[in-house]
T-cell receptor, first 114, second 112 residues
Framework: GAVVSQHPSWVICKSGTSVKIECRSLDFQATTMFWYRQFPKQSLMLMATSNEGSKATYEQGVEKDKFLINHASLTLSTLTVTSAHPEDSSFYIC??????????FGPGTRLTVL | DAKTTQPPSMDCAEGRAANLPCNHSTISGNEYVYWYRQIHSQGPQYIIHGLKNNETNEMASLIITEDRKSSTLILPHATLRDTAVYYCIVRVAGTSGSRLTFGEGTQLTVNP
């Protein structure tokens, strides 16, 4: 149990385009999901907290208009990187909070912007 | 959330117990200790968590000192697949949206 999936697992896009990443909790409902970013040889950095049916809460320094988050159901949150640039290339990871208050992580999405 | 201190790296022989320490001297009474691990290029995997009692599951054991200022994660019989970065995180549980703040963790290398 407690499986979280992400799609796609990797994506390569051109500079200026937008990319959508999906995060799904497969066997449990998650009122709250989180989005993290991880650069090479660094630890995970929280980008935003996503609550079902309401606006996401962004961490300081994360542009909400660039990283659009939608949490329309209890099993799906999406992160859209708008007008992507090479510096947005990173490993994006989501997590979903279970009813037992434990966060379970997805496998991550590797984004490369050319 | 309270900060944690972990050694940057540790080695362990395959088949032996791996004991990973974590200091959290400023932990508050309502903060839990969580352990996650991250194998290269994958998302973190939940291992175990506890408040003040020792905990055990199919993956590991968590030993928390009586004063709660430190803890040890024990992998009883380490395998090569346990090579990963292990993160010790303290977090207030029971609050919707309570965050996990990742530090640098401990790189555990299990050697054949």
């Amino acid at each position: 149990g407690a499986v979280v999936s992400q799609h796609p697992s990797w994506v390569i896009c051109k500079s200026g385009t937008s990319v959508k990443i999906e995060c799904r909790s497969l066997d449990f409902q998650a009122t709250t999901m989180f989005w993290y970013r991880q650069f090479p040889k660094q630890s995970l950095m929280l980008m935003a907290t996503s609550n079902e049916g309401s606006k996401a809460t962004y961490e300081q320094g994360v542009e909400k208009d660039k990283f659009l988050i939608n949490h329309a159901s209890l099993t799906l949150s999406t992160l859209t990187v708008t007008s992507a640039h090479p510096e947005d290339s990173s490993f994006y990871i989501c997590s979903a909070q279970s009813a037992a208050d434990t966060q379970y992580f997805g496998p991550g999405t590797r984004l490369t912007v050319l | 959330d309270a900060k944690t201190t972990q050694p940057p790296s540790m080695d362990c022989a395959e088949g032996r117990a791996a004991n990973l320490p974590c200091n959290h001297s400023t932990i508050s009474g309502n903060e839990y200790v969580y352990w996650y691990r991250q194998i290269h290029s994958q998302g973190p995997q939940y291992i175990i968590h506890g408040l003040k009692n020792n905990e055990t599951n199919e993956m590991a054991s968590l030993i928390i000192t009586e004063d709660r200022k430190s803890s040890t994660l024990i992998l009883p019989h380490a395998t090569l697949r346990d090579t990963a970065v292990y993160y010790c995180i303290v977090r207030v549980a029971g609050t919707s949206g309570s965050r996990l703040t990742f530090g640098e963790g401990t790189q555990l290398t299990v050697n054949p």
